[in-house]
């Protein structure tokens, strides 16, 4: 069935931020499955996001510490919670946190959030606590820092997960949506905005270009299941020009930054300056 794109009758749009606080330059022979022809490099950009509206605020994934950021070799430029506080969100309390899947990048600032419930999907808690993370693959326990997984089970004992199976309308005009591939519990935020219904994809699709091109990242649980995801993720968005992906440094220049945070924070329920798809489109062609 597809989505209804209808407006919600419930719901006022919501502000949509993304929120810069790291960065890596790489080769892109080694960002997709199967290399690149081309030896040229591209740029990985690491988000939080934020969704406001309706008398709520959620924040959207945690981020990564410096200690980790230089372990890996990321250009680490703030603490996530940085970022959330130059736009008026103290992290500390924050209610709602909706996580969408447990690597590295997403899930590692969860002590700095400690009143929030989090909204997660009950097989990514199965993946890092199951017997995938005997195996040291690097799409496996290779993304996943143990901290991070001590601290969740820590929120678990203290009665602050929201487990989710599937999909979920956790608030008028905000949907959760699993779309796995990536990970086991990697979900997509749906959410109601000026523009219209806009997907936050996460790492359903690092970049523009996974998905316009059909190129996978080199990272996944589940090859088939994150194609399916590419097709869920279209099904959900508005147009293409309503999916924001995960690390695509495009996302940067196609949105206005929010006041006086320019190189930050982005404004995402805005009209985008130009179309992401088309650009990732053109940087895949042959002889490009």
Not at 182 to 197: A, F, N, Y
Not at 220 to 239: C, N, P
Not at 244 to 253: E, F, K, Q, S
Request: hydrophobic share 45%; charged share 20%.
């Amino acid at each position: 069935m597809a989505p209804d794109r209808s407006a919600p009758p419930d719901a006022e749009p919501y502000r949509v931020h993304a929120v810069r606080y790291a960065t890596l330059e790489t080769l892109r022979s080694a960002a997709f499955l199967g290399g690149d022809p081309s030896g040229g490099t591209i740029r990985l950009d690491y988000f939080v996001w934020t969704i406001e509206g309706n008398g709520r605020t959620f924040v959207v994934d945690t981020g990564f510490k410096a200690p980790v950021a230089e372990r890996r070799g990321r250009q680490w430029l703030r603490c996530p919670t940085e970022g959330l506080r130059a736009l008026g969100i103290d992290a500390a309390q924050v209610q709602e946190l909706i996580v969408t899947h447990l690597h590295y990048d997403h899930a590692g600032n969860l002590d700095l959030f400690p009143r929030a419930r989090l909204h997660l999907q009950e097989r990514e808690m199965r993946f890092v606590t199951g017997r995938l993370m005997c195996f040291r693959h690097g799409s496996f326990s290779g993304l996943i820092e143990q901290e991070d997984v001590i601290t969740l089970v820590r929120s678990l004992f203290e009665g602050r997960i929201a487990y989710l199976d599937g999909h979920a309308e956790i608030a008028p005009g905000l949907q959760l949506h699993r779309v796995g591939g990536h990970t086991p519990g990697l979900q997509v935020v749906r959410v109601w905005t000026e523009r219209g219904w806009l997907v936050l994809a996460s790492d359903a699709t690092h970049f523009y270009e996974n998905i316009a091109a059909e190129r996978p990242f080199h990272a996944f649980v589940d090859l088939a299941e994150m194609f399916d995801g590419w097709r869920a993720v279209r099904a959900l968005a508005d147009s293409p020009e309503h999916i924001i992906p995960g690390h695509d440094a495009l996302v940067m220049r196609q949105y206005p930054a929010a006041p006086g945070l320019e190189g930050i924070a982005v404004r995402l329920d805005a009209e985008p300056a130009f179309s992401g798809m088309a650009a990732a489109a053109a940087a895949s062609a042959p002889g490009h």
